[in-house]
């Protein structure tokens, strides 16, 4: 079995900012010498997203509104209290929306439907660097 891993640092605006990461991740693929496998991006923060999703601005901002009414960006919560920053709503959107995808591998290439592509979200509120990591595994 091969296995082939590659941190990514990205620049971020902040305030959910997208990437759309679906053609970096299927270069990473077919350089990897993966047929059969699987691949993964994992966003290596904690106020951050990976997710399969159409990368359509309406869409987007579909999202963007709905994780707005379930973790409201000012809402009150506990982490400002323990804490020394105030990104509460980042990190539930977080545990909401997850921080790894995996997608099947098959004739060396990402088995994405139509619509489907792979998105990273930063929901930091400031612009900093953003780390993410993509792994392939398989024959």
Do not use: C
């Not at 923060?45 to 994780?67: C, K, R, S």
């Not at 290439?109 to 998105?119: F, M, S, V």
């Amino acid at each position: 079995m091969t296995v082939k891993t590659e941190k990514v640092t990205l620049e971020s605006e902040g305030n959910f900012y997208t990437w759309n990461l679906t053609e970096q991740v299927r270069i990473f693929v077919a350089g990897s010498g993966v047929k059969e496998g699987l691949a993964s991006v994992f966003f290596q923060h904690t106020t951050g997203a990976a997710l399969i999703i159409e990368h359509e601005a309406g869409v987007i901002a579909d999202l963007e509104d709905l994780l707005e009414i379930i973790a409201p960006m000012k809402g009150n919560y506990l982490h400002h209290m323990r804490a020394v920053d105030y990104n509460g709503a980042s990190h539930m959107r977080n545990a909401l929306l997850g921080s790894a995808i995996t997608i099947p591998v098959s004739n060396g290439d990402l088995l994405l439907g139509k619509y489907q592509e792979i998105i990273a979200i930063d929901m930091q509120l400031d612009k900093n660097p953003r780390s993410l990591v993509f792994q392939v595994m398989g024959e």
